[in-house]
């Protein structure tokens, strides 16, 4: 695991070339802390930087950027591959010769090989890489089937730049850093930023499962391509389900996540876990005590609110399980410490408040080890969070409405909302009570109704602006592949289409970004065996019914699966999440470094948001008519954010 970044192209050459990819991938040292590297070819105008987290071979043969054994390409690679000890055994008998035993050497054999889109369908793993082919004079950039690595790219002066984090772009002297005023409206939306999109005009994120090739001279129209795809895997998964018993399936996923976990166990330096006591993560833990004759080691973290507090969940798994179990009491004033290094951490906005429990277990695991597994993606692909049947009930219920009538009751609802917040503030908050509960219930009612699908209901339900419009003026809505009804054709069932649409949108955009700034700020590896690529096939090639039990419950195989490890009583519990109490914090110990970052006359000199607005849900909150706690947190982070990273906005 590992922080890349470099350019292609501009007149940065020699000397100047080498020392401004050093200083971009400097930037990036906390993604690795045990070495750097350099690579140069002045005369294409390309420059490759590396940090390096040393998992496997962590001697001077792991060295990055690698030149493979023939000279052709030069890699700069973040991540690990899974099956390099299987590529390997295929590449020797064809006369490959290996000077050390990392992935990194078998990835860039496996591409002089096959060609570098032929090797990315081969490979198996979490990764985002730079590749320089110094035959064909081209750059490729490639990320992972679901996005566990990221990797960011703009160009900027006539140059490619491209880096894990937007601060390594920063640190080129090309790079502007024009906020994307639409990209922060939907930011605002959802809590973090969809697809492509990033805070920056002219900066992109590369697309799971994508490449995207530029040839030496910088062709600044290439587009990503897809080496795999998710929606093409799901869809024939829907056409070809699997046909098996139940018993049947349970064997079958039990091998493939053992084949999955075995894989992440593979590090030539310390190994453990991160532990909630859930269903998900339980079941990597109790797989891993299943493959390994080595004490397994536990991390969890707890919360002196009881209300928000997990960790004795995970105290009794660990003790059923006999793991070498650390867990660590989190105080509100610890958790509010946190909070100040959110943009440091995080160095986009990320809206989530579960980020700082995050970054507090990860840093709890990096004391002991390097590399830690976790259950990641169990939701997305076994149906697991409560609210998809509830949803499904509310989408099969709404579309029975004709949708010009949905979409006029909806209207009524929104203009009700729209008089109740215009509304005055809290020295009217007594005289207007009624009135503003009426038109709260009303709005809360008919908001999701002009949704065409279950997708487009989930992101409804889960708008952090329902009933308030606006915030960003100027703005315009941002249409994703997300929104195109026809990518859930072959997903006629409600509950897998949201499932899905959580799969390829909040699952990279929000979870595994989230996890990646916070366990790569402390230098710790995170691998999650749920996401592998044929445990994600098999997933949504069940049958609803192997995925839903008779109370309209999700996981049930995946919890008939740990069944068999673990006692139910241990596991069955309802979903708790990772969060805070923000709503009270915001009202509380939070209250004066939040009015600080939403003052009036602060918002004014950014001129990117509707300052009165801001205000009014200010007063509102504190008020206790209506929470926004989670839209307040997603401003709030972005406000942050801007503190520390202040760039001219937009015209």
């Not at 190994?271 to 998900?280: C, E, N, Q, T, Y």
Request: proline share 6%.
């Amino acid at each position: 695991m590992c922080g890349i970044a470099g350019f292609l192209g501009g007149n940065q050459g020699g000397r100047d070339g080498e020392r401004l990819v050093r200083a971009m991938a400097a930037t990036l040292q906390h993604r690795g802390p045990d070495g750097a590297g350099t690579w140069v070819d002045t005369a294409a105008g390309l420059a490759l930087g590396h940090r390096r987290l040393a998992v496997i071979d962590p001697s001077p043969a792991g060295h990055q950027p690698m030149l493979s054994t023939s000279g052709r390409y030069v890699v700069t690679f973040n991540g690990e591959i899974y099956n390099f000890l299987r590529l390997r055994a295929e590449l020797e008998p064809c006369g490959y010769a290996f000077g050390g035993h990392s992935d990194t050497e078998v990835l860039l054999a496996t591409i002089d090989r096959w060609g570098a889109e032929a090797a990315l369908g081969r490979i198996e793993g979490m990764f985002a890489f730079a590749l320089w082919d110094r035959a064909e004079r081209t750059l490729t950039l490639a990320r992972d089937r679901v996005g566990k690595k990221p990797l960011y790219y703009g160009w900027f002066g006539g140059s490619l730049l491209f880096g894990s984090e937007l601060r390594a772009l920063r640190a080129h002297p090309d790079f502007i850093g024009a906020i994307d005023r639409d990209a922060l409206s939907q930011f605002v939306d959802e809590g973090w930023f969809s697809g492509e999109h990033t805070i920056y005009q002219h900066v992109r994120r590369l697309p799971p499962a994508t490449f995207l090739q530029v040839r030496a001279g910088v062709d600044s129209a290439a587009r990503p391509r897809p080496f795999w795809s998710a929606r093409g895997q799901a869809e024939a998964a829907a056409r070809r389900p699997f046909t098996g018993s139940y018993a049947e399936a349970l064997a079958e996923l039990d091998r493939l996540l053992r084949h999955a976990v075995r894989d992440r166990l593979i590090a030539d330096v310390p190994l453990g876990a991160l532990l909630s006591g859930g269903i998900d993560s339980t079941t990597v833990v109790a797989l891993m005590k299943a493959l390994t004759d080595q004490p397994v080691r536990t991390f969890s973290i707890g919360f002196t609110d009881p209300d928000f507090d997990e960790a004795r969940h995970a105290q009794s798994v660990a003790r059923h399980l006999g793991t070498s179990h650390t867990e660590h009491y989190v105080g509100p004033k610890e958790a509010i410490d946190v909070i100040g290094k959110l943009p440091l951490i995080y160095d986009e906005p990320l809206g989530d408040q579960s980020q700082v429990p995050t970054f507090l277990v990860a840093e709890l695991a990096r004391r002991d080890v390097t590399v830690a597994l976790s259950g990641d993606g169990g939701d997305e692909l076994f149906v697991g969070y409560s609210f998809y049947p509830e949803l499904r009930d509310r989408w099969l219920a709404m579309r029975r409405v004709p949708r010009p009538v949905r979409q006029l009751v909806y209207q009524l609802g929104a203009a009700a909302g729209r008089l109740a917040w215009a509304l005055p503030g809290m020295g009217e908050q007594r005289r207007s009570r009624g009135w503003r509960q009426f038109a709260r219930k009303l709005e809360r009612r008919t908001w999701r109704l002009p949704a065409n699908g279950p997708e487009e209901l989930l992101g409804r339900s889960t708008s952090r602006l329902r009933g308030v419009t606006g915030l960003v003026p100027g703005a315009a809505p941002i249409v994703t592949p997300l929104c195109d009804p026809s990518a859930w054709a072959q997903l006629d069932d409600p509950v897998r289409a949201m499932a899905f649409y959580n799969y390829v949108g909040y699952l990279p955009d929000d979870i595994l970004t989230k996890v990646d700034r916070a366990s790569m700020a402390v230098g710790l590896e995170v691998r999650s065996p749920l996401l592998d690529a044929r445990v994600a096939e098999f997933a949504w090639s069940l049958p609803t019914a192997y995925l839903l039990d008779a109370n309209g419950g999700g996981k049930r195989i995946l919890k008939d699966l740990l069944g068999r490890y673990v006692p139910r009583e241990l596991t069955e519990r309802p979903k708790q999440g990772f969060s805070l109490p923000v709503d009270r914090w915001l009202r509380g110990p939070l209250r004066s470094w939040a009015e600080d970052l939403l003052a009036e006359p602060r918002l004014q000199r950014q001129t990117l948001f509707d300052t009165e607005g801001v205000r009014r849900i200010w007063d509102q909150h504190q008020a206790g008519w209506r929470d926004h706690g989670q839209l307040l947190w997603t401003l709030l982070m972005f406000q942050s954010w801007w503190s520390e990273y202040a760039r001219p906005p937009a015209a």
